[in-house]
């Protein structure tokens, strides 16, 4: 299984994955943090994103993706971490550190991560 964070969940949904984001994708089940579904609420109601989480194709295709809880040993997790970002992207990349999940995501300062698992 693999760790999508919230841009490349939305990218594999609108298909604006790189060609070697689609292999990648295509060879493993996919999971999300519990927090990417907030995020996607939020960018909904500020209008970044078009397509309501909670209805239609959009709704039909996450429910296909595991959802990680935020547990305890996440939150623990956080201490480990090599580097700051906002809440949202720390508990995403917490949640691989946790789970063993590879993280996959096109961010810089996530990418660059020393500790944490990332799908390459």
Known sequence: ??????????HAFTGALKPAERRLLSAS???ISAIVLWELEML???RRISEDPTRGAF???????AVLPITREVTKCLRDLDFKSD??????????????????????????????????
Request: charged content about 20%; hydrophobic content about 50%; proline content about 7%.
């Open 1 to 10: 299984m693999l760790n999508l964070d919230t841009h490349m969940l939305i």
């Open 29 to 31: 089940p996919w999971g």
């Open 44 to 46: 909904f109601r500020l």
């Open 59 to 65: 709704a039909a295709a996450l429910s296909e993706v």
């Open 87 to 120: 809440p949202a992207d720390e508990l995403i990349a917490a949640t691989s550190l946790a789970t063993g999940l590879p993280l996959v995501t096109r961010d810089r300062k996530l990418r660059g991560s020393k500790v944490v698992p990332v799908a390459r």
